[in-house]
């Protein structure tokens, strides 16, 4: 199985902050990346799809770079409805694997 | 605009089978376009993708699952359902459905069902 890791595990930023998570996986991974928003209570959401594509009707400061194993989710502007969860996920092989998360908060 | 949502019971005994339904709604569980997965979630814990079926049938799952899963798709009901024998208190967890798509393969899971928690206990 493909390895995922993400850093950090959490972080705790101001509104208006330029926000950078990044993930790891273990293997070269092409750019089979997708990120995704999960908020507390809810399910998932598609964030960002193929490492850079952003979802339709997600906020452009969101944006997402890399390829092969190292890459990295930006908020460039944090804002208080952005607390959540943050996975990365690849699926350049079976099985789907995620990351394990990373924590976002307001300072 | 497609919508899932999981049904199931929401407690199962220990050793016994679980077995959850996916309700597909605003558009046809048999377009080509779309593949079909489950995807769990201990409470506090990660995302664990436990496999994917497309209209036909045709199924892949996760080899950590796998000789527990079973799933199936009933086209004329537009649901796809989950089944997971042998559990134990470790298959607790909020089970999500969602549509698997992508441009060239199946990659994302876009959108997601609410989830339905699923609690192991005698």
Do not use: K, M, N, Q
């Given at each position: 199985d493909i390895q995922m890791t993400q850093s950090p595990s959490s972080l705790s930023a101001s509104v208006g902050d330029r926000v950078t998570i990044t993930c790891q996986a273990s293997q070269d991974i092409t750019n089979y990346l997708n990120w995704y928003q999960q908020k507390p209570g809810k399910a998932p959401k598609l964030?960002?799809?193929?490492?850079s594509n952003l979802e339709?009707?997600?906020?452009?400061?969101f944006s997402g770079s890399g390829s092969g194993t190292d890459f990295t989710l930006i908020v460039s502007s944090l804002q208080p409805e952005d607390i959540a969860t943050y996975y990365c996920q690849q699926y350049d092989n079976l099985p789907f694997t995620f990351g394990p998360g990373t924590k976002v908060d307001i300072k | 605009q497609l919508q899932l949502q999981e049904s199931g019971p929401g407690v199962v005994k220990p050793s016994e089978t679980l077995s959850l339904t996916c309700s597909v709604s605003g558009g046809s569980i048999s377009n080509s376009l779309y593949y079909w997965g489950w995807i769990r979630q201990p409470p506090g814990k990660g995302l664990e993708w436990i496999g994917t079926i497309y209209y036909s049938g045709s199924t892949d799952y996760n080899p950590s699952l796998k000789s527990r899963v079973t799933m199936s798709v009933d086209t004329s009901k537009n649901q796809f359902s989950l089944g997971l024998t042998s559990v134990t208190v470790t298959d607790t967890a909020m089970y999500y459905c969602a549509t698997v798509w992508g441009k060239y393969t199946p990659g994302w899971f876009d959108p997601w069902g609410q989830g339905t928690l699923v609690v192991v206990s005698s």
């Open positions: 964030l960002i799809y193929d490492a339709t009707g997600v906020p452009s400061r | -």
